[in-house]
């Protein structure tokens, strides 16, 4: 199934390739328990050094029904090409040494620090994926919701308004639907450099200018780097499903009812097997499609699956993840 598909790499598939020795492999881990979207975006190293062009079919030749003695004009496709952006995303952790040296386990406690550092930049790239706008923001890098912002774009077709939801102002949510793959959607990383989250161990060093004054303090100092971004390669490939989740009810009586848009949604997928299909949505309305499935049906087409050692929400064969990281106070699209 394309879950499985060994063919497109993940973040962890590229950090085991480019580290032998298995250090960033485990931090990249560590960012799978807290971001289950990390388990489906494929990664891909750009073919620039801060930027990735993707060249993209626009329009196809139009062939001619040839009549007797009659001729064809020739005729061509047509192209466009597209550049994203790579963002680079820093953090440093530092621990007083004295603090760690008092410690009996003193990498064991170094590791409980730095984790807040990894769950910050996880949770900021987790948000740039979304919602990043280099318009805004520009030394970050263009997420999902500003390519899928409107019904009358050329990808307006894969935007769906929940029947039964007043959008408004600030209560609205999305439900995502990505087929990650090299043709598709996929994540990019520098060219030349290490894909995936790197850390470099600073050691026990000097700090200066403690406290705003000419003060020192001896310190232990981690350093994270991420340069990341996404290339949407072929649009036909995201659909964005916009609802107001004050309308949602749990038994879909009224207001959206999320199986029907989620089917309308892999509907609108030209292959399901063009890479990994991923269902995104965040914790309160993942919660009210178990209970619209369970009040509506006895045959649910909700299961649970056991991949890789996870239990896994499958909604009609496609998995369907938790990403904190979507809001609920959403303009209307």
């Known amino acids: 199934m394309p879950l499985l598909n060994a063919t497109h790499p993940t973040l962890l598939d590229v950090a085991k390739r480019l580290d032998p020795d ?3 492999a485990k931090v990249v881990e560590i960012l799978n328990q807290t971001n289950e979207i990390l388990d489906d975006c494929v990664w891909i190293e750009a073919n620039d050094v801060t930027s990735h062009l993707t060249t993209i079919r626009t329009g196809l030749p139009t062939p001619t029904w040839r009549k007797l003695y009659g001729g064809v004009q020739p005729t061509k496709s047509t192209t466009a090409q597209v550049r994203d952006t790579i963002g680079d995303l820093q953090a440093y952790a530092e621990v007083d040494a004295r603090l760690v040296d008092l410690n009996n386990n003193a990498p064991a406690f170094r590791l409980s620090e730095d984790m807040a550092h990894i769950e910050g930049m996880n949770q900021q790239f987790a948000n740039t994926l979304i919602y990043g706008n280099e318009g805004s923001q520009p030394e970050a890098f263009t997420g999902l919701a500003p390519r899928f912002n409107s019904i009358t774009a050329p990808n307006g077709d894969n935007i769906i308004r929940a029947e039964g939801s ?7 949510t999305s ?7 090299p043709n598709t959607v996929h994540g ?20 200066e200018n403690i406290d705003g004054a000419n003060g020192r303090a001896e310190i232990y100092r981690t350093h994270y780097k991420w340069m990341c971004g996404i290339s949407v390669r072929d649009w036909r490939y995201v659909v964005r499903i916009t609802l107001n989740q004050e309308d949602l009810v749990r038994t879909g009586a009224t207001g959206p009812v999320l199986w029907d848009v989620m089917t309308q949604a892999l509907d609108l ?6 890479g990994r299909p991923a269902f995104y949505m ?5 919660s009210f499609l178990r209970r619209q499935i369970v009040s ?3 045959n649910s087409t909700l299961t649970q699956e056991n991949i890789g050692g996870k239990l896994v929400t499958m909604f009609s064969g ?11 106070t959403e303009a209307g699209v």
């Open 282 to 286: 965040n914790r309160r309305v993942r």
């Open 269 to 274: 997928v030209p292959s399901l097997s063009m």
């Open 296 to 298: 509506a049906t006895t």
């Open 166 to 172: 007043q959008p408004d102002a600030n209560d609205n």
């Open 175 to 181: 439900i995502w639907l990505v087929v990650w793959g």
């Open 318 to 328: 496609v998995p369907v993840r938790r990403v904190d990281a979507l809001l609920n």
């Open 22 to 24: 298995g250090k960033v």
């Open 188 to 207: 990019i990383y520098p060219k030349g450099i290490p894909g995936g989250l790197e850390i470099e161990d600073k050691g026990r060093v000097t700090a």
